[in-house]
């Protein structure tokens, strides 16, 4: 079920911050952060016997005003837990932009997440973001990317990925390369976004801007947070920077005149301009234009 990405609308995805559930002074705070999403967090952050009041608390949250200043997902616990099913029916009609799943590891279970959603009265425009988060989930990353249309976007939770790799934690994260790169193709591929897995070090500047450059050049759209601090950084890193935004411009122009004097090549500074880079540029200058829109 591949899509074309012109056809989709651009969310800007540069920074997107998980808030616990049950940290109500976050979630107060959470409104006048300059983060593209937010992420109110029903699963790791929450201890099991706090999930009911956890997820009480977000919906209550998300009923408010203050839950509007950002797109706004939630974290579910797994459909195959004793809340994952109570969770779904709970947001599934407020003010969301996605329910994010975790520790998915096949199409089947976004099927039945959509299905969940669909029963409990959320609108169509309420998306499904599947967490890639072990090694089953990566190499069916393919068939969960494709599996609904109301599939928006990969997460990636290298944290679990690590683990169960039996892997170490290394600055350039050298054991998860290789699933990075198979979920950024599945991604593509179906035509979704995908985000870069959390860093957890919160002193470790120079290695979480290391990251972020990282999750750029290989083609994330943006990366999960876990600190107010980390989101300036990922803003600078995923958004297009104004050289970047000066170079569209001009690549387009220099396309759009090859055109209009019939020309059958068009050269920008000694490099031959060809279509695929009029749409990238096209497709940067939407990012660009959707992140002045939110203000920032």
Do not use: Y
């Amino acid at each position: 079920m591949s899509r074309d990405p012109g056809q989709l609308a651009v969310h800007p995805r540069r920074s997107v911050l998980f808030v616990p559930g049950t940290n109500a002074r976050a979630l107060e705070k959470a409104r006048g952060l300059a983060c593209d999403a937010l992420i109110v967090d029903l699963e790791d952050a929450v201890a099991p016997t706090a999930k009911d009041a956890a997820r009480d608390a977000a919906c209550a949250w998300l009923d408010g005003e203050r839950a509007r200043a950002h797109a706004v997902c939630v974290r579910t616990n797994p459909l195959d837990t004793p809340w994952g099913q109570a969770d779904i029916a709970a947001v599934a009609r407020r003010p969301l932009q996605a329910v994010v799943l975790p520790k998915v590891e096949s199409a089947a279970t976004v099927i039945a997440a959509s299905a969940a959603l669909r029963a409990a009265g959320a609108a169509d425009s309420v998306g499904l973001w599947p967490m890639i988060e072990t090694p089953l989930g990566v190499l069916e990353s393919r068939a969960i990317a494709a599996a609904d249309p109301r599939v928006e976007c990969l997460v990636m939770g290298t944290s679990d990925l690590v683990k169960d790799l039996r892997a170490r934690q290394t600055a350039d994260r050298l054991a998860v390369l290789g699933a990075l790169s198979q979920c950024l193709l599945a991604a593509r591929a179906a035509g979704v976004d995908i985000l870069d897995g959390v860093h957890l070090d919160l002193e470790d500047d120079d290695g979480f801007a290391a990251a972020c450059r990282q999750g750029r050049d290989l083609g994330f759209d943006g990366k999960t947070l876990i600190h107010p601090r980390q989101i300036a950084p990922a803003n600078a890193a995923f958004g297009p920077s104004p050289d970047e935004v000066e170079q569209a411009h001009a690549v387009i122009a220099t396309w759009e005149r090859a055109l209009a004097e019939g020309a059958g090549v068009a050269v920008l500074d000694g490099r031959l301009v060809e279509v695929l880079h009029v749409e990238e540029a096209r497709r940067l200058l939407a990012v660009a234009e959707a992140i002045a829109s939110h203000g920032d």
